[in-house]
């Protein structure tokens, strides 16, 4: 199973990346796929309403809620 965790938090050493380290060490003992993604530190913009995901008919619903600019993130 693929597991993706999405940390909100702006510190990097805080509570939040504690839990997730120990939730990842216990991840790690299983067979499972752990992805983190450090979202609180990154420069993702809202809708622009640019229309991109309409004109290229995006099916997901992740790419779809973030700008194209931000769109390496997947």
Known sequence: MNILVLNGSP???GDTAKLIDAFSKGVEKSSHVLSV?????MNIKGCLACE???????????????CR??????
């Open 69 to 74: 600019k931000s769109r390496d993130l997947f």
């Open 11 to 13: 510190r990097k050493k």
């Open 52 to 66: 991109y995901c309409h004109i290229k008919e995006e099916k997901n619903v992740f790419k779809r809620m973030i």
């Open 37 to 41: 993604l450090n979202i609180g530190t």
